[in-house]
Nanobody, 117 residues
Framework: QVQLVESGGGLVQAGGSLRLSCAAS????????MGWYRQAPRKQRELVAA???????DYADSVKGRFTISRDNAKNMVYLQMNGLKPEDTANYYC???????????WGQGTQVTVSS
């Protein structure tokens, strides 16, 4: 079992920045991908960014150039630096960890990000 706890959400004006953090604990195997997803009201959950243990990253087109994902393998932490926030970035942001070759994984409880115009 893996537990994920997110922090760092909040209310920010358009153009501002936030940094999300996620701490993973429990039994964690090395071949994993950690990522951030988000879900806005009446929308499906979508991938925001993901990163492998080796540092290979993937971003949604809508956040490229504005968001940066990083991780600290020694601490089992993953971060999402969000700059140039837009009102359309408003959503509940979820941390996820999954093992390579598996579609499912573990989820955190989510942290709300609200961007005012």
């Amino acid at each position: 079992q893996v537990q994920l706890v997110e922090s760092g959400g909040g209310l920010v004006q358009a153009g501002g920045s936030l940094r999300l953090s996620c701490a993973a604990s429990g039994t964690i195997f090395s071949r994993n991908i950690m990522g951030w997803y988000r879900q806005a009201p009446r929308k499906q959950r979508e991938l925001v960014a993901a990163i492998t243990r080796d540092g290979v990253t993937d971003y949604a087109d809508s956040v490229k150039g504005r968001f940066t994902i990083s991780r600290d393998n020694a601490k089992n932490m993953v971060y999402l630096q969000m700059n140039g926030l837009k009102p359309e970035d408003t959503a509940n942001y979820y941390c996820n960890i999954r093992y390579i070759g598996y579609a499912s994984g573990y989820w955190g409880q989510g942290t709300q990000v609200t961007v005012s115009s």
